[in-house]
């Protein structure tokens, strides 16, 4: 899966946060992928358009700033999820008008039913899990793959969300975890129980130490 990357050059003592099994525990909530063919579009404008009901990619120009709560495309395309978290930040959003399509509409019908791609979850020790996929054998071809722009806004704005009250102490961002520059004396800033390990979607501590983010790849 992509990364999301940000990282703010630094020296201190930082905690390092991840999110337990965070794709497949996406799959398995009640989000319904669209797995079809979408359809082109050239749309006017956002007025009245039902994202409520659609899963879509736009081609939109998103006002720049510098923060590590959103990630920004350099080919100004974006998920409908991305639109909306854009806004919710307080970002311009500008649908492009150039004469080619702007959207990409995938309707309702072709959507993912319930265990098309991800069956089940099985805990085979203590800190192991086994996925059972439909499609096992070929989990990048085919229909499936038209998830993974969708799933990756997801995660991305679950983590933008999470870090959002202390977002003067992030330091570096991963597609499904962080760390935060923290007081070596004080309580940790986010408390994550000691089984955390065992649960989808919760948020686990993975260690404590002076850290050097030398850049978005390279952490010591």
Known sequence: MALWLFEKLSVG????????????????????????????QILK???????YSHFE??????????????????????????????????????LIQDGAS?????????????????????????EQWR???TNPGNPFKGEYPRIAPFLLAYSQKFI??????????????????FILEEDVNNSPLYTCSKDAFKTLKALKFEREEECHVKNANQVV
């Open 13 to 40: 003592y930082g905690k390092s946060y991840d999110d337990t099994s965070h794709y497949p525990s996406i799959q398995q909530s009640a989000v319904n992928f669209s797995i079809g063919k979408g359809k082109f």
């Open 45 to 51: 404008d956002f007025t009245n358009h039902r994202e």
């Open 57 to 94: 990619i736009f081609r939109v120009s998103i006002e720049k700033k510098d923060t590590p709560l959103f990630r920004y495309n350099y080919h100004n395309v974006y998920t409908h999820i991305d639109f909306t978290h854009a806004k919710a930040l307080g970002l311009q959003v500008t």
């Open 102 to 126: 702007n959207a990409l509409i995938y309707e309702k019908e072709t959507q993912i039913r319930d265990g098309e791609v991800l069956d089940s979850i099985v805990p085979i020790g203590e």
């Open 131 to 133: 996925f059972q996929f």
């Open 160 to 177: 933008s969300k999470m870090v959002q009250l202390y977002i003067d102490k992030v330091r570096h961002i991963h597609t499904n975890g």
